[in-house]
């Protein structure tokens, strides 16, 4: 699975910016997807995830009711809306694909994934 992101900018804070992540193959289906970011000089951090069917969504408290992640299996595309943006948000963000058993299970670690995208990044400016 190949997986390219895009939609990353340079936005002010209070904007809103969306994200997508588009997957090679067709097992897209087959894959939790997920999202995590990375800011200058620390780790790689969880942000959202979403189960094979859509249908089951996790996110870490910081960005509750300002992002939502979303999925098309239709068309290998996993998205992350992301409104009010505050300048923390700022980090490379990339999209990640696990491989799981269940339809409605996902994956909050990045051990949890096999497959990573090239970052894509956002910069909010206060």
């Known amino acids: 699975v190949q997986l390219q992101a895009s939609g990353g900018g340079l936005v002010q804070a209070g904007d809103s910016l969306r994200l997508s992540c588009t997957a090679s193959g067709r097992t897209f289906s087959r894959y939790g997807m997920g999202w995590f970011r990375q800011a200058p000089g620390t780790e790689r951090e969880f942000v959202a995830a979403i189960s094979r069917n859509g249908g089951t969504t996790f996110y870490i408290d910081s960005v509750k009711g300002r992002f939502t992640i979303s999925r098309d299996n239709a068309k290998n595309t996993v998205s992350l809306q992301m409104s009010s943006l505050e300048p923390e948000d700022t980090a490379a963000y990339f999209c990640?694909?696990?491989?799981?058993?269940?339809?409605?299970?996902?994956?909050?670690?990045?051990?949890?994934?096999?497959?990573w995208g090239h970052g894509t990044l956002v910069t909010v400016s206060s």
């Open positions: 990640a694909a696990g491989w799981l058993a269940g339809p409605d299970t996902l994956a909050t670690r990045a051990a949890g994934y096999d497959y």
